[in-house]
């Protein structure tokens, strides 16, 4: 009875034995299966990571190209404005800057100076905007002479008529100049011009008026030549890599038709502006000024002379002084 009973205890046994292993080999399966899948699904959040990273930095890419193209669409446009700023400039300085020019190289080969005088000096110097941002910005000097020495002159052309005040008051001059502007308004610089001028009233009749015009502080022409003055000495220095470049100044009132009153040196500011009225007070003011410097320094004056003579200045050599190659 019991070796007959064995044989299905072996048997059930076995049914157990391989009912467990089937058990196990599902569950193995299973558990092979989502490590499949997991790892399949991983795989697929590492590819979508690293196409959106993709992306990203695509975009960032064409971003900044296209902040690139704008800058430089930006950069080719304020080319193009300056450019024509500086024509323009040009056009109109060389128009009234003739006569003057002439006069002034008279006086330097009277005065014997060796150098280059530059007529119509149009440059962009660097300034800064009222938020504090820097910007370029076209600005012109009626003429620049350079001496063989390195030195610096800006001369100011003002070819007014009439009557002209620079640094003395009308009433000064006569007192029945003292209706002409409110005095108590002019403080040193400025300069005053009366002028006749011919207009038609209402009959279509010509009648003569007296034009005043005032232009004080930093409108005043001594003011303005020393703007320009210092503006020059930055941007020659900036060109030319030093920090020794200076130029005097000179107010030249160079109509023929003016009658002039002038102060022979405004003292106004912290430096001293010469201004002249005629042929003969050039010669002595041109004669003084190339005094001051009169050794030569070719080096530091080819220099200077590259620089604004690139400005597309007329330059036309006084003297020994021929202009560098």
Not at 247 to 272: H, L, M
Not at 296 to 313: E, I, K, S, T
């Amino acid at each position: 009875m019991t070796s007959a009973i064995v044989p299905w205890v072996v048997a059930g046994g076995l049914a157990v034995v391989v009912v467990v292993l089937v058990l196990l080999l599902q569950r193995h399966r299973s558990s092979a299966r989502s490590a499949l899948e997991a790892a399949e699904q991983a795989r697929r959040d590492e590819l979508a990571r690293r196409e959106s990273e993709h992306r990203e930095a695509t975009a960032r890419v064409e971003a900044d190209r296209d902040r690139q193209v704008a800058a430089a669409d930006a950069e080719r446009r304020d080319a193009r404005t300056e450019a024509e700023q500086s024509r323009a400039f040009a056009r109109r300085g060389m128009q009234w800057e003739e006569a003057s020019e002439q006069a002034i190289l008279q006086a330097c080969r009277a005065a014997s100076v060796n150098g280059v005088l530059m007529t119509n000096v149009v440059f962009m110097p660097v300034g800064e905007t009222e938020s504090g941002s820097q910007r370029r910005f076209v600005a012109q000097a009626d003429h620049v002479l350079v001496s063989d020495s390195g030195r610096g002159l800006v001369i100011e052309s003002k070819r007014w008529g009439g009557i002209v005040f620079d640094g003395r008051k009308p009433s000064a001059v006569h007192p029945a100049f003292r209706s002409l502007v409110d005095e108590s308004s002019l403080v040193p610089p400025f300069a005053v011009q009366v002028q006749s001028r011919k207009v038609l009233n209402h009959a279509e009749e010509a009648e003569n008026w007296w034009q005043v015009r005032v232009q004080a502080q930093g409108k005043s022409p001594a003011q303005q030549v020393r703007t320009q003055a210092r503006r020059l000495a930055k941007f020659v220095d900036e060109h030319t890599g030093t920090a020794r470049t200076w130029f005097d100044t000179c107010v030249y009132y160079s109509s023929s038709s003016a009658t002039a009153f002038v102060q022979a040196e405004d003292r106004s500011g912290t430096v001293t502006t010469r201004v002249v009225t005629n042929d003969h007070e050039l010669q002595s003011a041109l004669a003084a000024w190339a005094a001051k410097d009169s050794v030569p320094n070719r080096a530091r004056a080819d220099a200077v002379v590259r620089v604004l003579a690139g400005q597309g200045a007329h330059a036309v050599t006084v003297g020994s002084y021929r202009l560098p190659e």
